[in-house]
């Protein structure tokens, strides 16, 4: 992920691995991170969730149904990692549909989405950075991302790129892990600071992704807050639904259908 420009001095307002004091920094870490798990990616998230994850992905698609129905519909799946929500996207597109655009800034991760995307030309793979978008202004109609929002070296800076693109009246989806409350919040800070950087270090060989993991969650900002941030940037229909007891949720919002772009800060286009 490559910040803003002359954000190389700026203290990180999004993820913030170990050492990382600014945000090129977090970026590079993050990409790092990402980069060396890529080949055990799928095999981990899969046995680490119990397969939730698979459900997850499914409910958040359902979500969009209306407008993944619409064949013209340009979706975006920003931080698509290895495509798997993707692939529960396209389940929801009619036949002959536009291709869904799965994006990643991960080179190691892409390669293995766009080999799941081999064999159809319902996804285009491509290798892009969350903060800058190669999309004109206004110019899709979902875009949605799952467990990659929360690695973005700065939250607000990301969800103005999503804003820019997003036509009125386009839609976001943001899947992203939570810290549930009581006595299921106890016993999964157990798993999630515990159990899971031991597997991921025996799976993987690497013990630090995996501690980066439960610690990026602690730091992402709580439901309410990131409503807030939402709304004050311009969205409308602000709303978070948790999924099994909280421990992940679908943020959702609309960019407004009379709004403009001066309802948030304006980030220039990448492409003509």
Not at 85 to 99: I, S, V, Y
Not at 123 to 147: C, K, N, Q, W, Y
């Amino acid at each position: 992920m490559a910040t803003a420009e002359g954000s190389k001095e700026m203290p990180a307002t999004g993820a913030r691995p170990a050492h990382a004091d600014n945000e090129a920094h977090a970026a590079q870490a993050v990409r790092e991170i990402f980069d060396a798990i890529a080949p055990r990616y799928d095999l981990l998230n899969h046995l680490l969730s119990a397969n939730i994850d698979r459900l997850w992905r499914r409910k958040a698609a359902r979500r969009f149904r209306a407008v993944l129905a619409r064949p013209q519909a340009a979706v975006l799946d920003i931080c698509c990692g290895t495509g798997d929500l993707t692939l529960a996207l396209l389940k929801r597109r009619p036949r002959g549909a536009r291709p869904i655009l799965a994006a990643d800034f991960s080179h190691p991760m892409l390669v293995r989405a766009a080999d799941k995307f081999a064999a159809r030309a319902e996804a285009i793979p491509i290798e892009a950075d969350a903060l800058h978008l190669p999309f004109r202004d206004g110019s899709l109609d979902l875009v949605v991302t799952a467990f990659g929002f929360r690695n973005l070296a700065n939250y607000e800076a990301g969800l103005k790129e999503f804003f820019r693109v997003l036509k009125p009246g386009g839609q976001l989806g943001i899947l992203e892990f939570s810290e549930p409350g009581g006595w299921m919040g106890k016993a999964y800070a157990i798993y999630f600071r515990r159990v899971l950087p031991a597997i991921g270090r025996a799976v993987c060989g690497q013990d630090y992704p995996y501690s980066y993991l439960p610690a990026s969650v602690g730091e992402f900002p709580p439901p309410a807050q990131l409503r807030a941030m939402m709304q004050a940037l311009g969205y409308a229909d602000c709303a978070w639904k948790p999924y099994t007891l909280g421990i992940a949720g679908l943020f959702t919002a609309t960019r407004p259908e009379n709004g403009n772009q001066d309802s948030a800060v304006h980030v220039a286009s990448c492409a003509p």
